[in-house]
């Protein structure tokens, strides 16, 4: 028989006889607690079809198995139908709003059933309290309260339990400890709740003294009160003789091999560096969960830098064992292992790890995707990084700090913008760190007027206040040369931090004013602000700008001598820079040689520098020659080399150069120089002659070379000595001193008040610094060119740099 013609002779015989309700009503149960909806649904419809009409008590089945399904539409929908309903009634409709997160509904219900006259009970105001506290509705919190005390309940425990946790959802912790001390009865609960709620705000040593309290009260204590205070502990610094107590204390009630409290007291250790004793607690937890897993691992990817690779490896064999066991990792596994990868510089790694989060369809997830992006940003593949973050819903700021912080630290700050921009339009709540992040992009670009425009944006949300975004606009008015822009943003500062004091001294030092940085310096001292290696690194670097001998090395060995600060390579390179400006060359190759960093390329080019500018030809090609062994893929060291040779009139050794260039792949660096007019930028490209005005610039330049012959005659720099209508002279304006053209640019169109700002990602030479020189003083204009070592200012003829360039 077909099953159309069986379908015919079921509707013939009529419906199906209904189910005993007994049976109907532990079919529902097994639903609710297997949470199948699907089954639930069968039931009813089963109900519907066999015409059974349920009473009061098979209705509240219905609508609590709905609600416990996570569907309190159709629950509504069944109560809605409802001819009869009790207080139970409308406590599990407004329970099962609660539970969906739906808060205001579930306090719409409650005011429903004061409405239709219901007598309602003391499940009916713990419902309420819990849903104003979940709304942070402190208004009908306080409503619901006076409610509770007219009607009597308020004398039970299980409501002044209930009137806690409202007031501490709240954050209201001085009515928490006022329901507290006015209750006629309290019961383990209420005691938690109370410790709970100081834990909540932040205050662990108040939460320690409840605890203390409870003991000698007689409370039991049990694996909540005590995982509370753990959690409290994990948050407390320099407070060991703390957690040592309260390790003493759950041993001796005999909870330390629970598995809620065993977890609890690891993470605590595990938070403050506690790393042995939260091993020791590890091993001897049987069975450890998840949980137990997550804060070990997270304990160990917290170590950073400050331990040894082996420790911090651990975190990566931890997720190993979980694996081999078979454990399912949970997001917070794999945030935190990414994390330990990231610090241990572990990418083949963190790869493998990727694809364990994509098989576990966790790649969507906002933490997850955020740690991806740091990790995959701090090997410079930011296109994996951006590949994570399109991946994500970016609903969390943080997301796009991570993204954009990415860009920033790669140097793609172009992209670092465009991403800025993209945020801005989606009306988000931005933060300090992603505001700190979009300033260092314009400070690395030298966008003075985009960087202004983001300064008065973070004063319209507030964050000029916090101390790292005023960090980030010293560095970024520093490094566009507006010196009083920087001191003002000091000044405003409310709390100062090392970074601040670093950041100005560092401003001071970059501008030629070595004598106002050594000032603060002193004056951090007299703070008491600790200084650090960055500190006096802007230290060094105004001793090195000022020639100032005896206080570089008085300050170069107070660093370890005074601050157990072991100097790096940039700080011996302000050393050689110090000693080579002075002339004293051969003092400054002997430091090198002693300085424990022979092999760093950055000193012995601070040294060629001093070399070529003191004429001392002979040694210079000597450190040539070594810069191109210890850089052989540089086409700094090649070119410096080949010039020097040709200087000289080695000519077959410079073409020996360049054939070594070609051999291995050596490209030159393209020359970039950029001037900000208005809202555009406008850039001139080594060996590109294009702009839109090019013609006008190449007039503008003829004019300023007249002058300036009109006043040097014959002598002058090269770029002078060829005439400056041919070809020739275009060219090598183009080749090398694009700086020129923005120079020229700027001069034809900013008024004569405004200071010329122009960036180049290369050294200036001579010859450009000594025209630039004449430029200032012919046409009486301000000059900041800033290059990839050092900013020059040119000032009526004089420079910041003192002609070192």
């Not at 501490?168 to 400890?177: A, H």
């Not at 660093?559 to 050393?575: G, Q």
Request: aromatic share 10%.
């Amino acid at each position: 028989m077909s099953s159309r013609s069986t379908d015919r002779a079921q509707r013939a015989r009529g419906p199906s006889p209904p189910l005993q309700p007994s049976t109907y009503k532990e079919l529902l149960r097994l639903s609710t607690t297997t949470r199948s909806l699907v089954l639930g649904k069968l039931v009813h419809s089963h109900m519907i079809r066999a015409s059974y009409r349920p009473g009061l008590f098979m209705h509240n089945v219905l609508v609590n198995m709905y609600c416990r399904c996570g569907d309190p539409t159709t629950a509504r929908q069944v109560f809605d139908r409802m001819p009869v309903r009790d207080a139970a009634t409308w406590n599990i409709l407004a329970a099962g709003y609660s539970r969906v997160g739906y808060c205001g509904r579930a306090l719409d219900v409650f005011r429903e059933a004061r409405s239709a006259g219901v007598g309602l009970d003391r499940f009916s105001y713990a419902g309420a309290l819990s849903a104003s506290g979940d709304c942070g509705d402190v208004r009908m919190g306080r409503m619901v309260h006076g409610m509770v005390v007219v009607t009597g309940f308020s004398r039970r425990a299980f409501l002044t339990n209930s009137l806690m946790d409202m007031y501490s959802k709240c954050g209201m912790i001085d009515e928490v400890r006022l329901v507290f001390d006015h209750a006629e009865e309290l019961d383990e609960v209420s005691w938690n709740s109370l410790l709970s709620a100081y834990v909540s705000v932040g205050w662990p040593e108040v939460a320690v003294n409840i605890l203390v309290w409870m003991h000698r009260s007689g409370v039991k204590l049990n694996s909540f009160a005590l995982g509370s205070i753990l959690k409290a502990c994990s948050g407390m610094r320099d407070s060991d003789d703390v957690r040592r107590m309260m390790h003493g204390c759950v041993t001796k009630v005999g909870l330390d091999l629970d598995l809620f409290v065993g977890s609890a007291m690891l993470d605590m250790y595990a938070k403050n560096g506690g790393l042995e004793e939260a091993i020791k607690i590890f091993e001897c937890i049987p069975n450890p969960s998840v949980v137990v897993f997550n804060a070990m691992i997270a304990g160990f990817s917290r170590l950073g830098t400050k331990s040894s690779g082996k420790d911090r490896f651990k975190a990566l064999s931890l997720f190993r064992e979980m694996l081999r066991r078979q454990m399912k990792p949970s997001k917070f596994t794999f945030k935190s292992v990414l994390e330990a990868c990231k610090s241990v510089r572990a990418f083949r790694c963190g790869r493998q790890i990727h694809a364990h989060v994509i098989i576990n369809n966790l790649q969507d997830d906002e933490f997850i995707g955020s740690a991806l992006i740091s990790l995959y940003s701090t090997s410079n593949l930011t296109m994996e990084s951006l590949s994570c973050f399109q991946m994500t819903p970016k609903q969390e700021i943080f997301t796009w700090t991570s993204m954009i912080s990415a860009f920033t630290q790669n140097e793609q700050y172009e992209m670092a913008l465009s991403l800025f921009k993209e945020l801005l339009g989606l009306r988000r709540k931005l933060d300090q760190v992603i505001m700190s992040s979009v300033i260092t992009a314009c400070s690395r670009m030298g966008m003075l007027r985009i960087g202004e425009q983001i300064h008065g944006y973070a004063t319209k949300l507030g964050h000029d206040k916090f101390t790292v975004c005023c960090n980030s606009l010293i560095d970024m008015y520093t490094k566009t040369g507006d010196v009083g822009a920087s001191i003002r943003m000091f000044q405003d500062i409310g709390s100062l931090d090392v970074f601040s004091w670093s950041a100005m001294i560092s401003s001071y030092a970059l501008h030629g004013n070595a004598g106002d940085a050594l000032v603060l310096f002193e004056k951090m001292k007299e703070c008491r602000a600790v200084p650090d290696h960055v500190t006096f690194l802007a230290v060094l670097t105004a001793c090195s700008h000022g020639g100032l001998v005896d206080e570089g090395f008085r300050y170069y060995e107070s660093m370890s001598r005074e601050y157990d600060i072991v100097p790096n390579s940039r700080h011996c390179a302000c050393i050689v820079d110090l000693l080579g400006r002075t002339g004293r060359i051969v003092d400054a190759e002997g430091f090198i040689l002693s300085s424990g960093f022979a092999n760093d390329p950055i000193l012995w080019h601070v040294l060629l520098r001093a070399c070529l500018f003191y004429g001392d030809t002979e040694r210079s090609i000597r450190v040539g020659e070594s810069l191109m062994v210890m850089e052989p893929f540089s086409a700094t060291s090649y070119m410096l080399l080949y010039n020097m040779y040709l200087d000289v009139g080695k000519v077959s050794l410079a073409m020996r150069t360049r054939g070594l260039m070609r051999e291995r792949g050596v490209n030159k660096e393209t020359g970039v120089s950029w001037i900000e007019i208005g809202a555009s930028f406008h850039s001139f490209v080594t060996s590109s002659s294009y702009h839109h005005h090019i013609d006008f610039i190449y007039e503008k330049l003829q004019e300023m070379m007249l002058h300036i012959k009109q006043k040097m005659g014959k002598a002058g720099p090269r770029i002078l000595e060829l005439e400056y209508q041919s070809e020739k002279w275009r060219e090598s304006l183009m080749n090398s001193h694009g700086e020129l053209l923005a120079v020229a640019f700027g001069m034809s169109n900013l008024p004569e008040s405004v200071l010329i700002r122009v960036m180049k990602n290369q050294r200036v030479c001579g010859d450009c610094h000594k025209t630039l020189k004449l430029f200032s003083e012919v046409e009486r204009r301000e000059i900041l060119v800033r290059d990839s070592v050092r900013f020059h200012h040119f000032s009526w003829g004089s420079c910041s740099c003192g002609d070192y360039w």
